[in-house]
């Protein structure tokens, strides 16, 4: 079982930046981390994609977002990174850690979600 924690939330002003980080733990020699990411969600609306980077660094992110944040990884640590700059208060959110796993037991492959406990981000004057 993976767990994950975040941290770097908070309250921020317009224009201003904040971190973001994801550390996942408790995955066992069989377990490889594949994608890892972001999502984010405010009242009334559903889960959204922020960002997400594979292990083999490739990156997709939310047009919204685009140019202003950068998700990052370090394997060493199972940790992902979102850096978010110039932000805006209609990046106010709940953001959610992601992780995919794939198990390997032989031949046999099982793919694994698992999701942070959220992190609030409010950007306001």
């Known amino acids: 079982q993976v767990q994950l924690v975040e941290s770097g939330g908070g309250l921020v002003q317009p224009g201003g930046s904040l971190r973001l980080s994801c550390a996942a733990s408790?995955?066992?020699?069989?377990?490889?981390?594949?994608?890892m990411g972001w999502y984010r969600q405010t009242p009334g609306n559903e889960r959204e994609l922020v960002a997400a980077?594979?292990?083999?660094?490739?990156?997709n992110y939310a047009g919204s977002v685009k140019g202003r944040f950068t998700i990052s990884r370090d394997n060493t640590k199972d940790t992902v990174f979102l850096q978010m700059n110039s932000l805006r208060p209609e990046d106010t959110a709940v953001y959610y850690c992601?992780?995919?796993?794939?198990?390997?037991?032989?031949?046999?492959?099982?793919?694994?979600?698992?999701w942070g406990q959220g992190t609030q981000v409010t950007v306001s004057s």
């Open positions: 980077i594979t292990n083999s660094d490739s990156t």
């Open positions: 992601y992780v995919r796993t794939i198990a390997t037991r032989g031949y046999a492959k099982k793919k694994t979600d698992y």
């Open positions: 408790g995955r066992t020699f069989n377990i490889n981390i594949n994608t």
